[in-house]
T-cell receptor, first 110, second 114 residues
Framework: RKEVEQDPGPFNVPEGATVAFNCTYS??????FFWYRQDCRKEPKLLMSVYSSGNEDGRFTAQLNRASQYISLLIRDSKLSDSATYLC???????????FGTGTSLTVIP | GAGVSQSPSNKVTEKGKDVELRCDPISGHTALYWYRQRLGQGLEFLIYFQGNSAPDKSGLPSDRFSAERTGESVSTLTIQRTQQEDSAVYLC????????????FGEGSRLTVL
């Protein structure tokens, strides 16, 4: 079983739409959770960390459900510039190993 | 700049040749990672260095792959006798070892094996 699993998509949504991605992780001892964004042919960059109480950054909201071992990312009022691949990342803090999902592709359509 | 620096950015080589890729992490970051990303695929963990501890080599796909790091500075990833399936972007990342430490990636080295 993979450490981190994501729906690869693609998600094609119109501008202004709300879109949500989910990610599940297998190791209940996981400590830190992140969403990264990767643009085409670019390196991944941190979008936001995910905190136990949930957190929001502008149009982006991240949630963590430890009991069900899943993480979500909600994007409101989608912009064309949100088109990218969104990577779910989990850190077990044991050996500081980061596990990446395969990413969910989002295309925002005019 | 102060980011993770990788070189070369692009490398084209012939099958059977050896290649060396270099990563210069952010100053003060004790953890350094190498990942491989094939076209259209996710990130594949290769190796992890943490300070002076023994590296975690569990992700290296074969004994043709090796990596070194001198203390907490530059790392080199070496691929011997390259094969076409080694063609990929090799990404280096560094981080501070904290409970919420994030990974900072370099722009990658794109390797093409003909």
């Amino acid at each position: 079983r993979k450490e981190v699993e994501q729906d690869p998509g693609p998600f094609n949504v119109p501008e202004g739409a709300t879109v949500a991605f989910n990610c599940t992780y297998s190791n209940s001892a996981s400590q830190s959770f992140f969403w990264y964004r990767q643009d085409c042919r670019k390196e991944p960059k941190l979008l936001m960390s995910v905190y136990s109480s949930g957190n929001e950054d502008g149009r982006f909201t991240a949630q963590l459900n430890r009991a069900s071992q899943y993480i979500s990312l909600l994007i409101r009022d989608s912009k064309l510039s949100d088109s990218a691949t969104y990577l779910c990342v989990v850190n077990t803090n044991t050996g500081n190993q980061f596990y990446f999902g395969t990413g969910t592709s989002l295309t925002v359509i005019p | 700049g102060a980011g993770v620096s990788q070189s070369p950015s692009n490398k084209v080589t012939e099958k059977g040749k050896d290649v060396e890729l270099r990563c210069d992490p952010i100053s003060g970051h004790t953890a350094l990672y190498w990942y491989r990303q094939r076209l259209g695929q996710g990130l594949e963990f290769l190796i992890y260095f943490q300070g002076n501890s023994a590296p975690d080599k569990s992700g290296l796909p074969s004994d043709r792959f090796s990596a070194e790091r001198t203390g907490e500075s530059v790392s080199t990833l070496t691929i011997q006798r390259t094969q076409q399936e080694d063609s990929a972007v090799y990404l280096c990342a560094s981080s501070l070892v904290t409970a919420t430490g994030e990974l900072f990636f370099g722009e990658g080295s794109r390797l093409t094996v003909l």
